[in-house]
């Protein structure tokens, strides 16, 4: 009978908040996900990489997961707090009925324990499957489709989510149960009075209101001009005036609610009743509904955020180098010796020498190229982003890079597109696209279209063709924001034969071999006979690093916050109306109909919720901006117009997510009322 009893309780507690149980659901399968990470063969493989790097990102998830074993403690704690008081009544009637108080914990602690068997036996699943979803996902983004994905399931990392999520649940359960146990009957039976805040004038709600929007002007303007990031100071006194301006806003929503409530006669029946009650929740609950929307803020930056870094990362350029040894670091001829002695030469289907230099023909680099006729011309074009970042990449090629002609030819043939062919008094023009992006490229162009003429040092040359931007060796870091391609003749020339050779090389693609064994195999060979080489895998990790760093750890922080923010709000919503409910029973007489009440809370639920989202939603705006432009490089920063799109997409999906958690909210309002109506019975 008791075992019995503690599982028809359990079950009828899971479906009566379904809230809680979802949100311990989704904790449960964030704690594996963040803890799974290091089994994953994603990360496995960037640690051969990035192995530093990927160390220490490790290293803090401990702490991120025992952040948010705190975190979440305090949220099992508030919704379990909820649910002893909805149940006061009943624990009541078993005392009276004849059971001990210890067999009454003993109920309690097997209903808790079952219902936290339900999560973890339906979360851990998920979860694995999410892992592996998301280790896709972040390897697709990457280019690392190549490799041969392997499931992985971590037995250490499900026994530490059991351990954590049981750990919280077992502390939150012991202190509610003996607050439970210390009471006497007679208040067990007794509703809990709904106490009363002292209230303020109005014009005082009102002002602090004004004054909360000023402040987050402030905190707007300053994070979106990038102030913010100028020093320490000007950062503290950023985040100071959003957290206070966040919490005046709430404090004086007060008067917002009692202007709507003195106009609600002409909203129809009930009108004036949902704003009243708006107003009294607000005056009693503005504290948790200003941290709550700044929890919001924080899950929809990161998640903003997080999904427009992996986006930028991930949108590498087409692969086509698997090596390069550097000629700055080896003689190149040495490595071309070594290679053919020991065979590894005929592992390549293309090895080739990329020459790079600088002009040694004058000293006077301010002046050594000149182009007039298309600075002109670009001087003449409609003011527009594209513009003002074409011009200010070629603001500093006055003193250019060049590149032989030959090697770049091979690349090209190497990436399978079209030579180019240059004659006597013909240049090309290089400009790499971590620079240039495709509409600058475009307009440059358009530009050269007409072969304008250039200087080069006193001699006049024709800009030929379009501009080129397939990357010179496979080491990112090296980038020319602008190179000229000249024939080997003018190259040898201008260069006075003092250049940096890169050996380029392409390996041929066996028959059913992977490109990562195929260059991990390479790697080995090349690492026992000392030779210095820069590979694919190397520059591909360094990218998967940001992309796995920012999409682990953004999300998962964005996930918890969330949870976090709108269980609050549920649970403090729900509380709210269970202390109110003689209000509703009263309506019920007065002649209100279950429909009319359902629409009145649900209106009253609708302002709960989006309330704290929209002031959220309007600050992520400006702190996903603030949060890129200190994050991404200074040569990144000319895209984040286009990141900014993607992080909106990722807040609209986030506010998907707050529609749920309403409707979810609005059902258990309607089935409390529900209860409401029905017959009293007096004990």
Known sequence: MFFKLAFRNGRRSRKENGLFFSTLLITVIAFYIILSLPNQDVMIFLQQMESDAVKRLISMLPLFFGAALVILFFLVYYAGKYQMQRRRHEF?????????????????????????????????????????????????????????????????????????????????????????????????????????????????????????????????????????WMNLGRMGVTLLLGLCGTWLLFFGLRFVMNIFAKRGDKGGRLQVFHFRQLEETVIRCYGTLAVSSLLILASLCCFGA????????????????????????????????????????????SLFEMRVGDIRTTEDYDNAFRMDSVMEAISGMEDSEEKQQLENILMYADYPHIISLSGYNQLLEAAGLQQISLEKGEAGVYMDGTFAREEERKIMDKLLASEPAADLDGTMYRLAGNVQSVNLVTDDSITL????????????????????????????????????????????????????????????????????????????????????????????????????????????????????????????????????????????????????????????????????????LMILFLCVIEYIYIAVVKRSCNRYLLAVMEPEREE
């Open 481 to 648: 924001s602008f190179a000229l391609i000249l024939p080997d003749e003018d190259f040898e020339y201008y260069t006075q034969g003092e250049y940096t050779v890169y050996l380029d090389g392409v390996l041929k693609k066996g028959e059913g071999e992977s490109l990562m064994s195929a260059i991990m195999d390479m790697n080995s060979r090349l690492d026992q006979n000392g030779i210095i080489y820069e590979s694919y895998l190397q520059n591909m990790g360094r990218q998967m690093f940001y992309v796995a760093a920012a999409g682990y750890i953004t999300i998962y922080l964005a996930v918890v916050f969330l949870i976090i923010a709108n269980t609050v709000i549920g649970v403090q919503f729900l509380m709210g109306q269970r202390r109110t409910g003689r209000r509703y029973q009263t309506l019920s007489r007065l002649g209100a109909s279950y429909r009319e009440l359902c629409r009145a809370a649900g209106r009253q639920v609708n302002w709960y919720f989006g309330i704290p989202a929209l002031v959220a939603a309007v600050s992520s705006m400006f702190g996903v901006r603030a949060l890129l432009m200190g994050i991404l490089s200074s040569r990144t920063r000319s895209a984040i117009g286009e990141v900014m799109w993607i992080s909106a």
């Open 92 to 228: 009541g009637l078993y005392l009276m009925m004849g059971m001990r108080r210890r067999t009454l914990f003993l109920l309690l602690l097997a209903e808790d324990l079952y219902s936290s068997i339900f999560p973890l036996i339906i979360g851990l699943p998920v979860a694995v499957l999410l892992s592996e979803l998301i280790s896709l996902v972040t390897a697709r983004i990457a280019g690392m489709g190549v490799i041969g994905h392997r499931f992985s399931f971590s037995p250490e990392a499900a026994l530490l989510t059991a351990a954590g999520f049981l750990l919280i649940k077992l502390a939150a359960f012991l202190i509610l149960s003996g607050r439970v146990a210390r009471q006497e009957i007679g208040s067990l039976l007794v509703e809990m009075p709904e106490g009363v805040k002292k209230q303020l004038p109005g014009p005082v709600y009102g002002a602090a209101a004004a004054a909360g929007l000023i402040c987050l002007g402030a905190a707007w303007w300053m994070a979106s001009t990038g102030m913010s």
């Open 306 to 349: 997080g999904a427009a870094i992996m986006r930028f990362y991930g949108d590498s350029e087409p692969h086509v180098l698997d090596y390069t040894f550097d000629g700055d670091m080896q003689d190149i001829s040495e490595v071309e010796k070594e290679l053919s002695a020991q065979g590894l030469d005929t592992a390549f289907s």
